[in-house]
């Protein structure tokens, strides 16, 4: 079967080609890649090539299709998976593979190390270890963006579960956030920061006091808009939404919100070191920082309080990605009600791809959705009333996605795919 993907072949080398997949072993699925959210590690990959920990050092003479935030359908099943998967079941991918053999010699991934696995292509085969380490996983609901957005969330997911907290006299770690204690997401309003905010408010386990900051107040403003603080004060969380540009003092003004306590829980979503330094000087007794935010740049630093780690027990967490058991409880969060389409603030088809990840870091909003089967030139959905004026398409999207809150959704992704072109 031939496909068409976009494929890394050195830095800032990406190439939209068309090419004959191989036939499937026994161990091997064929599949139909729906949609690819386009995540900024994309971006990373793209400019690092070869030296990225995840890139094939010969990807020059065997290119990887890049994009590992997607879902679709199962094409055909071989005989070895057959009793588990069958042709038409909805999936998305756990690409955080444990595979020291993988084509890195380390933990290779689908949408940085495979030739034939990434999310923005048309078609792909899925390998064996993807299965074998139970990181196909069956999607039943509805939205293949949701089943895409899957493994964003559990980013964010892992990211809670790995902060840790301490007890006096003992070696044993409790780990997770503390239960209605005060938690501040850092830079938090833009795509993975939102997904925070999301899950915070929607989980078991939740804080008494969330504040988000940003420097953006338009960003910020749309944040509350999708989750407002008085959504989050029905499951007894007070969320305040916090515009630190006009702060004197960053972290004196914070750390008033908690009448000096200081926070249990900070995430930092930005590689920014006065960020990581105003996440140090708020943190309480005990207080866990968790460095979320993945720098580009190896020689990335920021000071710390040494003292406060000695004496306060202050501490230190960091995750790059969530595990399988965490996009599982993504996905069983969104059978629950939660919809991630806020995240969402572009639309594009394949021929965008590359564009769109080679500038990830210069175009604003959140989370850009590839429909990898379209053509479609990347575009705001706040764009759509006037590109409407044109192109019905867009006008039809435009009106779907003004009754669902200027919101992308299920019914918007329906009408997509089945519109012709």
Not at 35 to 60: F, N
Not at 161 to 184: F, L, Q
Not at 314 to 322: D, E, K, N, R
Request: proline letters at 6%.
């Amino acid at each position: 079967m031939k496909t068409r993907a976009v494929r890394l072949y050195g830095k800032n080398d990406l190439r939209l080609e068309e090419f004959e997949l191989p036939a499937i072993s026994e161990g091997e699925i064929l599949a139909r890649v729906v949609c690819d959210s386009i995540c900024m590690s994309s971006y990373k990959a793209t400019h690092e090539a070869d030296v990225h920990k995840r890139v094939p050092r010969d990807v020059a003479r065997n290119p990887v299709i890049i994009g590992h935030e997607f879902a679709g359908d199962l094409v055909e099943v071989g005989a070895r998976w057959r009793d588990r998967f069958s042709p038409g079941d909805r999936f998305s991918i756990q690409p955080a593979l444990n595979y020291p053999g993988g084509p890195v010699g380390i933990a290779g991934a689908p949408g940085y190390s495979y030739k034939y696995i990434g999310g923005d292509a048309t078609y792909i085969v899925i390998p064996a270890e993807v299965m074998e380490q139970d990181c196909l996983l069956r999607f039943e609901g509805d939205g293949f963006y949701r089943a895409s957005l899957s493994e964003p969330l559990s980013c964010v997911i892992g990211a809670m579960h790995a902060n840790y907290h301490t007890t006096p006299g003992s070696y044993i770690h409790r780990m997770d956030i503390v239960e209605g204690g005060n938690m501040a997401i850092l830079a938090g309003v833009g795509p993975m920061g939102l997904a925070a905010i999301n899950y915070a408010i929607r989980r078991d386990r939740t804080p008494r006091l969330l504040v988000v900051t940003d420097i953006d107040q338009t960003r910020l403003d749309r944040a509350a808009s999708l989750y407002p603080p008085t959504e989050a004060a029905k499951r007894g969380i007070d969320l305040r939404y916090v515009n630190t540009s006009g702060m004197d003092d960053v972290p004196a003004g914070l750390r008033e919100l908690t009448d000096g306590k200081g926070f249990d829980d900070v995430f930092v979503f930005a590689p920014v070191a006065p960020v990581v330094e105003q996440a140090d000087a708020i943190l309480a007794t005990d207080g866990c920082l968790n460095f979320f935010a993945g720098p580009a740049n190896p020689a990335f630093r920021a000071s710390m309080n040494f003292y406060n780690v000695h004496y306060a027990s202050t501490h230190i967490a960091g995750t790059s990605g969530g595990n399988t058991d965490d996009m599982r409880e993504g996905l069983a969060l969104m059978d629950g009600g939660l919809d991630p389409a806020g995240l969402v603030t572009h639309i594009g088809g394949l021929d965008a791809v590359i564009d769109t990840t080679m500038r990830l870091p210069e175009i604003p909003g959140g989370k850009k959705l590839i429909y990898t089967h379209i053509e479609m030139p990347l575009t705001a959905i706040a764009d759509f009333a006037e590109k409407g004026a044109t192109d019905p398409l867009f006008a039809a999207l435009d009106e779907i996605c003004r009754r669902h809150n200027g919101l992308w959704s299920v019914e918007a992704e329906n009408y997509l795919l089945n519109y012709e072109l």
